[in-house]
């Protein structure tokens, strides 16, 4: 009999299941109220918009060119409208600054084996997207913490890493309605994070899944604008942007995007043609059919649907929540974040719940690289009407001190 755990890559030892892809076969329960999956309501799909777009491209001329083998960059038609998409959010480039691949995921699987080397350092928010530190561990970094607004110099960054064998490659982080929390980072913090990353000689990645997603309050420059503007371009810059349609078009088709530096981009289409050749070309060219037609009208109208679900919960947390629960109020995305007393474990909670009041919910130590975090959880306002989000929030309010005092 094989002994496969021999002959295992040791990079194999740091993959882990994720918690989040677990619990979404919840929702197959139809008895359970779930707020653990962060996807987007698929009764929002513009189904239609797709399948005219494949229609079109399979009775048109094309059709042969579609069913093919495609560029590694991506399919012309998209990538021509990513490039117009950045630039009016204020980035100029392209289409040889950007890169279609298989969601944004890929993209960060990409960008952890493009630069780091085994001992490197990434710099994460402290949490960060579950995804990313799942893509990096293969490549056997080391993490430390980039807390906005912290102000912590970076001599003492470049020590620690120094002290744990590599160098600062990158700073990972989502700056607009960060998952797992919700937050945005400020125009401060953006143009601190730059100069961080300057005195370091590091990159930065700008991981903006949820960037359409804005429910209050002005857009803010993403941080590639900023860095093009204060570098004279983006062939010069050291942020590399990470974008996707799955939050705001479509998941299934996964398609996302990387725009960065020609000279990077060059690089990570290397690293797409050993690993899939390329993305679909059948789907990139729906895709650019569906977002040249609907995407603004479209996300305005998700837009809508979901602002009014996050309002729902932030005021159910209000009505219901226990004195010593805390919570983020995001301006957009699809997260809430909650702390719960101190002393409390939230995974021991998501287990009480889904017996007692059939409510799921994530867990925040997954979200940690060190581990921390257990009285901390992440909720998911995308998928539940009112009434869901009411009991839900209800049921859970109500267990939470029953837990507090079974603790004691």
């Known amino acids: 009999m094989t002994t496969w755990d021999s002959l295992y890559a040791r990079r194999a030892s740091r993959m882990r299941a994720s918690e989040i892809r677990e619990l979404l076969k919840l929702l197959d329960r139809p008895d359970v109220i779930n707020f653990a999956g962060g996807i987007p309501d698929q009764a929002l799909f513009p189904a239609e918009d797709f399948k ?6 399979l009775a048109g001329p094309d059709t042969g060119r579609a069913l093919q083998y495609g560029m590694s960059e991506g399919s012309n038609r998209l990538r021509t409208w990513i490039v117009g998409h950045m630039r009016a959010r204020g980035i100029e480039c392209g289409p040889q600054n950007i890169l279609i691949t298989s969601g944004s995921q890929q993209g960060l699987d ?4 493009l630069f780091l080397t085994e001992g490197d350092t990434a710099l994460v928010q402290w949490p960060t997207y579950l995804g990313a530190l799942q893509a990096f561990n293969a490549y056997e970094p080391n993490y430390d913490r980039l807390d ?3 102000n912590r110099a970076a001599e003492d960054f470049a020590a620690t890493a120094t002290e744990k064998g590599g160098r600062i490659k990158f700073a990972y982080l989502s700056p607009d309605f960060a998952n797992p929390t919700g937050l945005t980072v400020d125009l401060a913090e953006r143009k601190r994070l730059l100069a961080l990353a300057e005195d370091l000689g590091c990159a930065v990645i700008e991981d903006s899944p949820y960037e359409a997603l804005r429910y209050d309050g002005d857009a803010l420059p993403p941080i590639l604008a900023l860095d093009s503007e204060a570098s004279g371009g983006i062939d010069n810059t050291r942020t590399i942007y990470c974008g996707s349609f799955s939050k705001s078009l479509s998941p299934g088709l996964r398609l996302g995007w990387i725009c960065a530096a020609a000279g990077v981009i060059s690089r990570l289409v290397l690293i797409k043609q050993a690993s899939d050749l390329n993305s679909p070309v059948l789907n990139q060219e729906a895709m650019a059919r569906v977002a040249e037609s609907v995407f603004e009208s479209h996300t305005a109208k998700t837009n809508a649907v979901y602002k009014a679900r996050r309002d729902a919960m932030l005021a159910a947390l209000e009505r219901h929540m226990p004195a010593g629960v805390s919570w983020t109020r995001p301006d957009g995305g699809m997260f809430i974040w909650m702390t719960l007393p101190a002393g ?15 409510v799921a919910f994530v867990p925040g130590r997954a979200f940690h690289p060190d581990g921390s975090g257990a009285n901390t959880l992440r909720l998911s306002f995308s998928c539940n009407d009112y009434q869901k989000i009411e009991e839900g929030i209800s049921r859970l309010g109500r267990l939470i001190p029953e837990t507090v005092t079974s603790t004691v």
Not at 52 to 57: E, F, K
Not at 344 to 358: G, K, P, Q
Request: proline content about 4%.
């Open 52 to 57: 005219q777009a494949y229609q079109d491209i």
């Open 148 to 150: 906005p607004g912290a």
């Open 344 to 358: 409390l474990d939230a995974a021991e909670l998501l287990e009480m719940s889904i017996e007692t009041v059939r």
């Open 110 to 113: 990409y960008i952890g084996k």
